[in-house]
C-alpha cells in the first residue's frame, strides 16, 4: 500500500523502537488509520460502503432488519450500494472530507459472505483511489477461503468478530443459534465449534502473511465475559494486532433476541473491567465507536446522511476523480501530519499506552477525567454540544486514555420529553470521573455535576488534550506532598 498521503509519519502512540524495521512497517500501516492508532482517531476519517447486504451467521446480539450490531447501533444502514456505486460514493466523500484515509467494507451483512461485491468494490478501488487503505470485517467463517484475495487487493487490515474460544461450543451456542456452512444450517454447540475452528484457522492465514488483524470482541455480561480473557490469550498467540472489547448494545426497542429476553447491556464499568483483565495479554483498542455499515467521517461522528445516492450516482467517474483530486489530498494530509507533529511536542509525550497504575501514579492513586473535544487533539467542544465524552485516567506521573462514552443526545441538543433528562444520563455516564476539562459549560449543568464531585474546568479550553488532562489533575488533586488526593 501507497504512503503517499503521510501514512508514513513518525507519530508513534505505540512506542515503537525506530531502529526495528518491522515495527516501522506496522507504524507504516497504522499511522492514518483511525481504528488502528489511537493517535489517528481524532484526524483522519474513514468511509464504510454498504455493499455486503448477506450474512452466513445468526447472532443473538443482531436484528436482520438492521445492521449487524457488532459493528453498529443504532446500526442501520440508509441503504445497500453496488460496488461501482460505492466507488463513486468514496470518491466524491473523498474529495469534501480530504482527510479521508480508509475505506472499509463492514457489512450491513458479511464481506466474505458477499465475496464477489467486497473484492469487485476493493477491484475498483485500487485503480480509481488507490491513496486509501482498504480494510473488510467479517465473522471469519469463510477467511481461509477468500485469504488469497485478501492479499491479492492489498487488504493489509482486517477486524474478525471473535466472542469467545470456548472449544465446547457451549458459551457459543448462547451467541449464535446457527451458522451456514456447506449449503445447511448447522445449529447449537456444533454450529459454534465449526466457527471457533474457521476462525482461529482464518486469523493464522492473515497474521503469517503479515495482515493486521483487530478482533473485536462482543462483551456479554451473564453469557462470555468470563471467557474474554480467555479470548485475549488465544488472540495474542496468533499474534493478533489489537483486541477491541465492545459492549453489547440490547435495548429490547433493538428488535435483538438477547434484548428481547432482557439481557442487559454491558456497562461502561463492566467494558473497563474487562479491559483491565485483558490488556495485559494484547494491547486493547479503547476508542471504538461501534460504527455504522455506511458511517462517514471521524470517528464520533456519521455525516452520513450528508451523501446520498442521488448527488453523486449521475456523474462520471472522470468527473468524480477530478473532485478526489489525489495531489490536493496529499497536501491535507502533510498538513496534518505536521500538526500532529507539534501537538505531540506540545503534549510532552505524558500519555502512556497500556499502563498499569505504578506506570501511572507513584503511589497507585489515579483519577478519571472527561473531556469534550471535536478532534484534532484539543479541547474545542462545548459542553451543551457534547454527545460523548474521552475518558482518560490519570496520575502524578502519566496518563493513559481509557476509553470513550456516548449519550443519546448532548445536553443543548436534546428534544426534552416527561421521561427524559439529559443531565441525569451524563452524570451516570461520568460519574466515576472527577474532572471535566471542556471549552464552555454554563452554571445549571456546572451546578448538577458539582454535585456528584465533578470539577468542571474551562481553562484549558482549545489547548492540548493529554498535556491538559495531566495538568488539570496536578492542579485540582495534587497536595503539597506531591500526592493525590
Given at each position: 500500500?501507497?504512503?503517499?498521503?503521510?501514512?508514513?509519519?513518525?507519530h508513534s502512540d505505540m512506542g515503537f523502537d525506530p531502529n526495528d524495521s518491522k515495527a516501522l512497517e506496522i507504524q507504516a500501516k497504522i499511522s492514518n488509520h483511525p481504528c488502528y492508532s489511537e493517535g489517528a482517531h481524532q484526524h483522519y476519517a474513514r468511509i464504510h460502503v454498504p455493499v455486503a447486504p448477506a450474512c452466513n451467521i445468526q447472532c443473538n446480539y443482531c436484528n436482520r432488519k438492521y445492521d449487524c450490531s457488532n459493528e453498529s447501533r443504532p446500526g442501520v444502514t440508509s441503504g445497500k450500494l453496488k460496488p461501482q456505486e460505492a466507488v463513486k460514493k468514496v470518491l466524491y466523500v473523498g474529495g469534501e472530507i480530504q482527510q479521508l484515509s480508509v475505506v472499509g467494507v463492514a457489512g450491513p451483512g458479511d464481506a466474505l459472505a458477499n465475496p464477489e461485491k467486497t473484492f469487485e468494490t476493493f477491484r475498483l478501488l485500487q485503480e480509481k483511489a488507490p491513496d486509501l487503505k482498504l480494510c473488510l470485517s467479517t465473522n471469519g467463517l469463510r477467511l481461509?477461503?477468500?485469504?488469497?484475495?485478501?492479499?491479492?487487493?492489498?487488504?493489509?487490515?482486517?477486524?474478525?468478530?471473535?466472542?469467545?474460544?470456548?472449544?465446547?461450543?457451549?458459551?457459543?451456542?448462547?451467541?449464535?443459534?446457527?451458522?451456514?456452512?456447506?449449503?445447511?444450517?448447522?445449529?447449537?454447540?456444533?454450529?459454534?465449534?465449526?466457527?471457533?475452528?474457521?476462525?482461529?484457522?482464518?486469523?493464522?492465514?492473515?497474521?503469517?502473511?503479515?495482515?493486521?488483524?483487530?478482533?473485536?470482541?462482543?462483551?456479554?455480561?451473564?453469557?462470555?465475559?468470563?471467557?474474554?480473557?480467555?479470548?485475549?490469550?488465544?488472540?495474542?498467540?496468533?499474534?493478533?494486532?489489537?483486541?477491541?472489547?465492545?459492549?453489547?448494545?440490547?435495548?429490547?426497542?433493538?428488535?435483538?433476541?438477547?434484548?428481547?429476553?432482557?439481557?442487559?447491556?454491558?456497562?461502561?464499568?463492566?467494558?473497563?473491567?474487562?479491559?483491565?483483565?485483558?490488556?495485559?495479554?494484547?494491547?486493547?483498542?479503547?476508542?471504538?465507536?461501534?460504527?455504522?455499515?455506511?458511517?462517514?467521517?471521524?470517528?464520533?461522528?456519521?455525516?452520513?446522511?450528508?451523501?446520498?445516492?442521488?448527488?453523486?450516482?449521475?456523474?462520471?467517474?472522470?468527473?468524480?476523480?477530478?473532485?478526489?483530486?489525489?495531489?490536493?489530498?496529499?497536501?491535507?494530509?502533510?498538513?496534518?501530519?505536521?500538526?500532529?507533529?507539534?501537538?505531540?511536542?506540545?503534549?510532552?509525550?505524558?500519555?502512556?499506552?497500556?499502563?498499569?497504575?505504578?506506570?501511572?501514579?507513584?503511589?497507585?492513586?489515579?483519577?478519571?477525567?472527561?473531556?469534550?473535544?471535536?478532534?484534532?487533539?484539543?479541547?474545542?467542544?462545548?459542553?451543551?454540544?457534547?454527545?460523548?465524552?474521552?475518558?482518560?485516567?490519570?496520575?502524578?506521573?502519566?496518563?493513559?486514555?481509557?476509553?470513550?462514552?456516548?449519550?443519546?443526545?448532548?445536553?443543548?441538543?436534546?428534544?426534552?420529553?416527561?421521561?427524559?433528562?439529559?443531565?441525569?444520563?451524563?452524570?451516570?455516564?461520568?460519574?466515576?470521573?472527577?474532572?471535566?476539562?471542556?471549552?464552555?459549560?454554563?452554571?445549571?449543568?456546572?451546578?448538577?455535576?458539582?454535585?456528584?464531585?465533578?470539577?468542571?474546568?474551562?481553562?484549558?479550553?482549545?489547548?492540548?488534550?493529554?498535556?491538559?488532562?495531566?495538568?488539570?489533575?496536578?492542579?485540582?488533586?495534587?497536595?503539597?506532598?506531591?500526592?493525590?488526593?
Open positions: 500500500m501507497s504512503c503517499s498521503t503521510g501514512g508514513c509519519g513518525t481461509s477461503d477468500y485469504i488469497d484475495e485478501i492479499v491479492k487487493y492489498n487488504v493489509d487490515h482486517v477486524t474478525v468478530t471473535i466472542n469467545t474460544v470456548d472449544e465446547t461450543g457451549e458459551i457459543g451456542s448462547k451467541i449464535y443459534p446457527w451458522i451456514h456452512w456447506n449449503h445447511k444450517k448447522v445449529f447449537g454447540a456444533e454450529g459454534a465449534k465449526i466457527l471457533l475452528q474457521k476462525q482461529l484457522e482464518g486469523i493464522k492465514m492473515l497474521t503469517d502473511r503479515g495482515i493486521l488483524v483487530k478482533a473485536n470482541s462482543v462483551l456479554i455480561p451473564g453469557v462470555n465475559d468470563k471467557d474474554v480473557v480467555n479470548v485475549a490469550k488465544k488472540l495474542k498467540e496468533l499474534n493478533v494486532f489489537l483486541h477491541n472489547i465492545m459492549p453489547l448494545l440490547s435495548s429490547p426497542e433493538f428488535g435483538t433476541k438477547f434484548g428481547l429476553d432482557g439481557v442487559t447491556s454491558a456497562t461502561d464499568q463492566e467494558v473497563m473491567e474487562a479491559q483491565e483483565a485483558c490488556g495485559m495479554n494484547i494491547k486493547l483498542m479503547s476508542h471504538c465507536r461501534q460504527c455504522r455499515a455506511d458511517a462517514v467521517g471521524l470517528l464520533g461522528e456519521d455525516r452520513g446522511d450528508e451523501f446520498g445516492k442521488d448527488i453523486f450516482i449521475g456523474m462520471s467517474y472522470e468527473a468524480l476523480e477530478d473532485r478526489y483530486n489525489i495531489k490536493s489530498r496529499v497536501k491535507k494530509h502533510e498538513m496534518i501530519e505536521n500538526w500532529r507533529t507539534h501537538l505531540e511536542a506540545a503534549n510532552q509525550r505524558i500519555k502512556i499506552e497500556q499502563a498499569s497504575k505504578s506506570q501511572l501514579s507513584s503511589n497507585g492513586e489515579t483519577k478519571l477525567v472527561a473531556v469534550t473535544t471535536s478532534g484534532e487533539g484539543m479541547i474545542n467542544m462545548h459542553f451543551g454540544s457534547a454527545n460523548e465524552f474521552l475518558i482518560y485516567e490519570a496520575g502524578d506521573k502519566a496518563i493513559k486514555f481509557v476509553m470513550h462514552r456516548k449519550i443519546e443526545s448532548s445536553y443543548s441538543g436534546a428534544d426534552y420529553g416527561e421521561n427524559y433528562n439529559p443531565i441525569e444520563e451524563i452524570k451516570n455516564s461520568l460519574k466515576d470521573c472527577s474532572i471535566l476539562l471542556t471549552a464552555k459549560i454554563g452554571e445549571c449543568p456546572m451546578g448538577d455535576l458539582n454535585e456528584i464531585g465533578i470539577i468542571c474546568d474551562e481553562s484549558y479550553a482549545n489547548q492540548p488534550i493529554e498535556k491538559s488532562v495531566f495538568e488539570s489533575l496536578q492542579k485540582h488533586f495534587r497536595t503539597n506532598e506531591k500526592e493525590l488526593g
